[in-house]
């Protein structure tokens, strides 16, 4: 059993997280924001620690570290990835300094395994998968913090010979994720019979379920022998448009309407090659993804038809 810290855990992959630590039998301490929506850990408060923690407060940080004493800390915390997250300065605040923050009361106490997420727009638009060593190209303030805080984490590892590990991940869905993302409206839409605001039918991602992902840090904490900063692309390999995510979601719903493309404006980030390199994850830590988009998708139907209640708290939020 380890004794474990996850951050943001009241977000998407930070409450799955905390989920399987849970069910590993591990010592979990959240560090919640005081501000935070637990309707994600539904079922988890009674069986974790949590502790209200601004983690731009350094002196605050310092001193919870110092009392929990982690062996394992993931640092799941960050603003910017949803599109109503426009404030850049706090993007600097949650992205950067609070990594600082974060990484610096970690190595006050000691650890044995710092895992750090970061995303697939440090890179930018690529035409090809890139590996973890290419050139980061940000292309939004979201992905310059996030950048910025991958080399801060790999100069860290690498000053101080620890383990500090950072896990770049594409598309993740599933369980718990943000309503207003798209894999959890189409499951809402599609069950009424209906689609909804579409985009480019062009638009690529690299799609990846949470329970792989949740599998990618629980290796990236326990491998041994990892390289002090190593960066890890987190995603299939294979990419998906967004027009073969609907024929997907068609067949598995049963949905005889068709979507209106380009009702919804495209993003700034959108692209039509977006990919993961995984080859140094399998490699490095035995990781590959386990669902394609099909199977994914599926067992996210699955999992939201078992939870009609919170299947109409979704509903509201897309309402």
């Known amino acids: 059993m380890k004794r474990v810290v996850v951050t943001g855990s009241a977000g998407f992959v930070g409450a799955n997280l905390v989920r399987r630590l849970v069910q590993d039998g591990h010592d979990v301490h959240q560090f919640l924001h005081p501000e935070s929506d637990l309707w994600r850990l539904e079922g988890l408060v009674d069986d974790t620690t949590l502790h209200r923690v601004d983690l731009e407060d350094r002196d605050r940080v310092t001193q919870t570290m110092a009392h929990v004493r982690p062996d394992w800390v993931f640092h799941a915390a960050a603003h910017g990835a949803y599109p109503f997250q426009t404030d850049f300065r706090k993007m600097i605040a949650t992205n950067l300094v609070a ?16 895992i750090h997420t970061g995303t697939s727009s440090e890179y930018g638009v690529k035409d090809h998968g890139p590996a973890e060593d290419v050139l980061p190209e940000p292309n939004s303030h979201y992905a310059v913090t996030k950048a910025s805080a991958t080399l801060y984490c790999r100069y860290a590892a690498q000053a101080h010979g620890v383990g500090i590990r950072v896990l770049r991940l594409y598309s993740v869905y599933g369980p718990w994720e943000e309503p207003t993302r798209l894999m959890p409206k189409l499951v809402v839409r599609g069950l009424q019979g209906g689609w909804p605001p579409m985009a480019n039918p062009n638009t690529a991602r690299d799609y990846v379920h949470t ?3 949740i599998d990618a840090y629980m290796a990236a904490a326990s491998v041994p022998d990892q390289d002090p900063g190593v960066v890890y692309n987190i995603g299939t390999g294979v990419q998906t448009s967004l027009q073969e995510v609907t024929e997907i979601a068609r067949q598995e719903l049963s949905i005889n309407a068709e979507p209106e493309w380009g009702s919804m404006p495209d993003r700034i980030w959108d692209a039509g090659v977006w990919v993961a390199d995984p080859a140094v994850a399998l490699k490095r830590l035995g990781w590959s993804a386990r669902h394609d988009v099909t199977t994914g998708f599926s067992a996210f139907v699955t999992w939201m038809r078992d939870r009609p209640e919170l299947l109409r708290c979704y509903e509201r939020v897309d309402g």
Do not use: I
Request: charged letters at 20%.
């Open 99 to 114: 990594t600082v923050n974060l990484v610096e009361a970690a190595l006050a106490t000691g650890f044995e395994s710092f």
């Open 211 to 213: 329970d792989d992902v």
